[in-house]
């Protein structure tokens, strides 16, 4: 499975440290209505899956209550069990599943149920082959593995109907089940069945109305790819044509109905499960982080969502012991990203064994993430999974204890012990904490869009470009300044920022240009990148000179933009200093006030910007026109603009982040080397050493 694209190279070459200010009201709070299942007392909540089918009977009992020594809070149970669930069609078996229920609660845990709609069992598919989903190559999926269903097709979904209905009336009155998890990692897959071709075409219709409508946002009069109707049309084929023949806005919109259609998937699961469930047991699902293909922002209905998280995969990350420690990138995002939602489903227990090489964890590593997590804001972490399994394709994936079902791994000691010290440190937890102001004064947001990243991501211009590469290099830079960081959407209130970062936010129309301009003349400060504004929501080009629709808040014009060969840089220069860029250069000419930062040092445009501010009512707009290969450029502009409006910036080296959370500082370490985290005269600390070691920890308030 395509588990989160990012190139490692980039992301280890990452070096950045940055900065910002402004006076606001404290941090992001979860929704209210998510922050209602998770008292704030309870901090974090630890739990871990277990999969009572996969093991003899006899054995649940002592597994249950051995989880239950180790501290575990809650249990996770039927993701994957449709087989056992309904072992024909129609026929029911909960008495199975009613006694694993039982014996969690005796053993004092909380229990998590799935929907176990990732694995339709074979009599479906057998009866039903229709149920599968197509791949791009035409060919249809088969029973064997799972998430193979086709969620466009009528059928597969009549059947998830009705085992979601049948486990909620089962189970949904029930106080021993604290909640539910909509079926698993939901990614999004491109289907090219043809159920998903008709409910496109019925997709189209909805958005379009008409035909000639959908001709114009694709471009139908380019190379006679016109439709006459909608029953003609066909789903954008990359393995046939290449991504540089099809229609881009075709390509588009394939993206937005396959990221609607697992939204609407899921949303019937929640609406099903909602009408039969307790108001306390709350409804998730667990994304596989964020992912290129599912967009969380479009399952606003469920309560909150999750996500899953395994931060070593056989990629080298930072430093000589990077590769045991961890990707230090991801987990940062996902907590910042899904922190209003609340948790995360599944964390990493020790080695896995779907990476091209499998690395064992650094000693330590587990505890840290698990903290990182708790720093991150999330009220539970649960694990994937308590026993190690003796057969199928997962054998060579850690748990929280070993093949002989009793002697704890090395990352379930390290759960052990940090469920222990959490324990404690709720004795701590003072409800009237609130975010110090000087933190508070560089809360920044992040502007999001899948749509976005879609069109940049299809229709590239430049083979070297990579959309979460250029999204990491200023996420680190927010990051290295010590800067509260949110990721929000469109329709979220800017002002409630002092700074709004929107990285080659390439789709753009007039609303969200006059959204910007208002948000800056009304103080913030605002911070785009090379690409940003080139576009019109539908992927087209708008009438006016390049990046025309932004000019005018920017203060500069696009000249040109460029994009160097692999191999090659070209370099930037401020205050001195020489920056080197690659992908991909906006070529800027300053109109009237605005402020030239940097500029191109070669090729035939040397002299000219590169980098612009201005200031516009009470804040600022800076564009940054190139994206440099390590993300400093990025970093010390960031740094420039907090440092400009007052904001007193930390400086933290990659890898290290600095969280505060519920009225305690947490750091951690993915870097290889010890850092002395700067702590304030008079704080005390709860947990850990300064200088902080990798794969180490310290809280302190
Ligand atoms: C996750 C998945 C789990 C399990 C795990 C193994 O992505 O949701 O079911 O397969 O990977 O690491």
Redesign the pocket.
């Known amino acids: 499975?395509n588990?989160y694209r990012a190139s490692a190279s980039t992301l280890a070459a990452l070096s950045v440290a940055a900065a910002l200010t402004f006076a606001m009201p404290s941090a992001q709070s979860p929704t209210p209505e998510a922050q209602r299942f998770f008292p704030k007392a309870d901090l974090m909540k630890i739990g871990v899956y277990y999969y009572p089918e996969q093991w003899p009977e006899s054995q649940w009992e002592r597994d249950l209550r051995k989880m239950s020594d180790l501290g575990f809070e809650f249990t996770h149970f039927g993701?994957?069990a449709w087989a056992f669930l309904e072992p024909s069609d129609g026929k029911f078996d909960f008495a199975w599943l009613d006694r694993a229920v039982d014996l969690a609660a005796r053993a004092g845990l909380k229990v998590i149920l799935c929907t176990p709609t990732p694995c339709p069992p074979a009599w479906l598919g057998e009866k039903y082959p229709e149920i599968y989903l197509v791949g791009g190559d035409g060919r249809r999926m088969e029973h064997g593995a799972r998430a193979n269903g086709s969620l466009a097709n009528d059928i597969f979904v009549r059947f998830t109907k009705r085992i979601v209905a049948e486990l909620g009336r089962r189970y949904g009155q029930d106080p021993r089940v604290w909640g539910w998890q909509l079926d698993?990692?939901p990614y999004g897959p491109a289907d090219y069945s043809p159920s998903a071709r008709l409910k496109f075409q019925s997709w189209l219709e909805r958005t379009y109305g008409t035909a000639e409508k959908m001709n114009a946002a694709w471009g139908g009069n380019f190379w006679s790819t016109k439709y006459d109707s909608f029953a003609q049309v066909l789903i954008p084929n990359e393995g046939l044509f290449g991504e540089d023949s099809l229609s881009p806005h075709a390509v588009l919109d394939f993206h937005r109905f396959t990221a609607d259609t697992q939204a609407e998937y899921l949303h019937l699961q929640y609406d099903i499960l909602r009408g039969l469930v307790r108001p306390e047991q709350w409804i998730t699902t667990?994304y596989?982080n964020v992912t290129d293909s599912a967009d969380p922002r479009r399952t606003d209905r469920l309560d909150f969502i999750s996500f899953?998280m395994?931060p070593v995969r056989g990629e080298k990350n930072l430093g000589q012991l990077g590769f045991r420690l961890g990707n230090p990138w991801r987990l940062a995002m996902a907590v910042d990203y899904f922190r209003s939602f609340k948790g995360v489903m599944?964390l990493?227990p020790g080695q896995?064994?779907?990476a091209r090489t499998n690395p064992q964890p650094e000693p330590g590593a587990v505890r840290m993430w698990l903290w990182h997590a708790f720093g991150g804001g999330l009220s539970f972490a649960c694990t994937?999974r308590f026993r190690q399994p003796l057969y199928g394709s997962?054998l060579y994936?850690a748990g929280i204890v070993g093949p002989d079902g009793v002697t704890p791994s090395r990352g379930g000691l390290e759960f052990a012990r940090t469920i222990a010290e959490m324990k404690e440190l709720r004795k701590l937890y003072d409800p009237a904490a609130r975010m110090p102001e000087r933190i508070a004064a560089r809360r920044t947001a992040f502007l999001w869009s899948h749509d976005v990243m879609w069109d940049l991501e299809a229709h590239k211009q430049t083979a070297l470009w990579n959309t979460w590469d250029h999204r990491f290099k200023l996420m680190a830079a927010i990051k290295a300044a010590g800067a509260p960081l949110d990721y929000i959407g469109e329709a979220d209130n800017f002002s409630a920022y002092p700074f709004l970062v929107a990285p080659a936010y390439q789709l753009v129309d007039e609303a969200l240009v006059a959204k910007w301009t208002l948000y800056v003349e009304g103080g913030g400060h605002l911070i785009l990148t090379c690409r940003t504004g080139q576009k019109t929501k539908s992927g087209q080009l708008p009438e006016r000179p390049w990046a025309g629709l932004i000019a005018p808040l920017v203060g500069a014009e696009v000249e040109l933009f460029d994009c160097l060969l692999e191999g090659d840089k070209g370099v930037v220069r401020m205050d001195g200093q020489g920056y080197a860029w690659r992908t991909w250069a906006d070529v800027l000419k300053p109109v009237g006030a605005t402020e030239t930062l940097a500029v191109y040092a070669d090729q035939f445009y040397a002299g000219k910007a590169a980098v612009v501010t201005r200031k516009l009512g009470g804040g600022t707009v800076t564009y940054i026109g190139a994206d440099t290969i390590d993300g400093l450029l990025e970093r010390d502009v960031l740094r420039l603009v907090y440092e400009r409006s007052g904001a007193g910036p930390a400086s933290y080296p990659p890898g290290v982040y600095v969280e505060w959370r519920d009225g305690f500082f947490v750091a951690v370490n993915y870097s290889s080397r010890p850092f002395a985290v700067p702590v304030e005269p008079g704080a005390r600390i709860i947990l850990g050493t300064n200088p902080l070691r990798p794969a180490d920890v310290l809280i302190w308030r």
């Open positions: 499975m588990r993701e994957f698993n990692e667990n596989m899953t395994y599944e990493q896995v064994n779907w994937y997962e994936h």
